[in-house]
């Protein structure tokens, strides 16, 4: 999964946050898979996950400024990237994520006046179950 964030602005959107909550479909982020460009060189951006890992929130990131072209803007982008699963007894299909309006924080109070949403496809076939035995030796 890759979560774009771009700035039509001029000045960047500094000690910015964001919630990524999947649990309304039983997604679950993958721990250990998880970046972002969302920071600076002098000021780490953080990615935690919490809700069982259905719910992922950026911290203190940098949302790089756009660079105005003269008639226009060329927006700044950051990205958030990770893997996404399906628990075993998930019926698979196509499952939608959304981050809703208003959802982005940062310092200069700009914040996303539309909801952003895409779908992720759950392939049944491709979950493995394993079964593990232990061995008495």
């Given at each position: ?29 993958v ?5 972002t ?6 000021s ?8 069982n ?15 105005d072209?003269?008639?226009t ?12 699963t ?17 959802t ?15 779908y992720?496809?759950?392939d ?14």
């Amino acid at each position: 999964m890759t979560l774009t964030i771009t700035n039509p602005y001029t000045q960047a959107l500094t000690n910015a946050g964001l919630v990524d909550d999947m649990s309304a479909y039983d997604l679950e982020f993958v721990p250990g898979t998880l970046s972002t460009t969302c920071e600076t060189g002098g000021s780490a951006a953080s990615l935690t996950l919490s809700n069982n890992n259905q719910t992922l929130t950026l911290s203190a990131g940098t949302i790089p400024a756009g660079v105005d072209n003269g008639s226009t803007v060329t927006p700044g982008i950051c990205t958030i990237t990770g893997s996404v699963t399906a628990p075993g007894n998930s019926a698979g299909g196509t499952m939608w994520n959304a981050i809703p309006t208003n959802t982005l924080t940062n310092d200069q109070d700009v914040s996303n006046t539309t909801s952003a949403s895409d779908y992720i496809y759950v392939d049944p076939q491709s979950i493995d179950v394993y079964k593990y035995f232990p061995h008495t030796f």
